[in-house]
T-cell receptor
Framework: QKEVEQNSGPLSVPEGAIASLNCTYS??????FFWYRQYSGKSPELIMF????GDKEDGRFTAQLNKASQYVSLLIRDSQPSDSATYLC?????????????FGAGTQVVVTP | GAVVSQHPSWVICKSGTSVKIECRSL??????MFWYRQFPKQSLMLMAT?????????EQGVEKDKFLINHASLTLSTLTVTSAHPEDSSFYIC????????????FGPGTRLTVT
């Protein structure tokens, strides 16, 4: 079983609609959760992180965390063509003093005009 | 702020040669740097974690004698791929964590290595 799982997609979303991405993780000791956006051929860029149960909003993005169910999701409101990218979910566990990030394989999002 | 650079951005080398990739934090001190590898359409796989002034900690399955990591200063870490083979062709990305930070890590732009 993979430690961090995401649907690979592609997730096709009409422009202006809401894109909903899900991520599940296996390690109950995980403490903080991150969403990154990665354009083809580029390195990831941080969208937001969340470490408490519930919702966290940042502009058009909302992260939702449910530790009991071991899932974290990302909503993208008013999707734009520039949001077309692969979205990586990352989970951080403090297995050692510096922590370790485990990444999901990513969900490809395609926003269609 | 929080800019991480990598050099080179891409490199082509012949099988059997060694390649060094540099990762620099430009405007902050990075006590911890991470090295990842990403194959096409796959996720980032952590290769190793390095702390300034100490030996790197390698993930299971990563050959430490093949992937030499040096974190000699608070702003520079290097990854040397020794005796490279075509299967080492990949996208190598470093990230750095600023001293005192526990959540953020800043990614470099990546280095695309092609071994012929």
């Amino acid at each position: 079983q993979k430690e961090v799982e995401q649907n690979s997609g592609p997730l096709s979303v009409p422009e202006g609609a809401i894109a909903s991405l899900n991520c599940t993780y296996s390690d109950r000791g995980s403490q903080s959760f991150f969403w990154y956006r990665q354009y083809s051929g580029k390195s990831p860029e941080l969208i937001m992180f969340i470490y408490s149960n519930g919702d966290k909003e940042d502009g058009r993005f909302t992260a939702q965390l449910n530790k009991a169910s071991q899932y974290v999701s990302l909503l993208i409101r008013d999707s734009q063509p520039s949001d077309s990218a692969t979205y990586l979910c990352a989970v951080k566990t403090w297995t050692d003093s510096w922590g370790k990030f485990q990444f999901g394989a990513g969900t490809q999002v395609v926003v269609t005009p | 702020g929080a800019v991480v650079s990598q050099h080179p951005s891409w490199v082509i080398c012949k099988s059997g040669t060694s390649v060094k990739i540099e990762c620099r934090s430009l405007d902050f001190q990075a006590t911890t740097m991470f090295w990842y590898r990403q194959f096409p359409k796959q996720s980032l796989m952590l290769m190793a974690t390095s702390n300034e002034g100490s030996k790197a900690t390698y993930e299971q399955g990563v050959e430490k004698d093949k992937f030499l990591i040096n974190h000699a200063s608070l702003t520079l870490s290097t990854l040397t791929v020794t005796s490279a083979h075509p299967e080492d062709s990949s996208f190598y990305i470093c990230s750095a964590r600023e001293q005192g930070q526990i959540y953020e890590q800043y990614f470099g732009p990546g280095t695309r290595l092609t071994v012929t």
